[in-house]
């Protein structure tokens, strides 16, 4: 059996407008009417047994809620296969070499990385020098 295709395989991305936070609230806790709104570019929740995170528009979540604020989304264009294996490496490597943290996040069609906001421009750079088409 050979190599899966996306492993080590070249992808577009793109960079999404707007600044998100990523929120922390308790594992109980209700979902907020403003983790609900449909005014967000990208909104993902996610509850486990030790928290509850939500990741939205930099301004929807009130004053008061742990997050971590300023970060920039890049998603990979087009529909990704849920067989392909090694995407989120391809993308992930050139970043850490370059010293860039990140936060992935994964829907039904693509990935998503989200990266500081002043950081922005060395990831999108970072990305290309690795052979991904930036968008």
Known sequence: MGPDP???SRFAVEALAGQYD???LPPDAELPAWATTTESRLLSVMRTDAELSIVCDGSLAPS????SRGWR???VAGTLEHTLTG?????AAP???AGI???ALSSFDTDYLLVPADSLGRA????AEAGHAVH
């Open 87 to 91: 995407v989120l490496v391809s993308l």
């Open 22 to 24: 990523i929120c922390r």
């Open 95 to 97: 970043l850490a070499d």
């Open 124 to 127: 999108l750079a970072a990305l």
């Open 101 to 103: 943290p990140i936060f």
């Open 64 to 67: 008061g809620t742990e997050r």
């Open 6 to 8: 996306g492993a080590g």
């Open 73 to 75: 989304a890049i998603r």
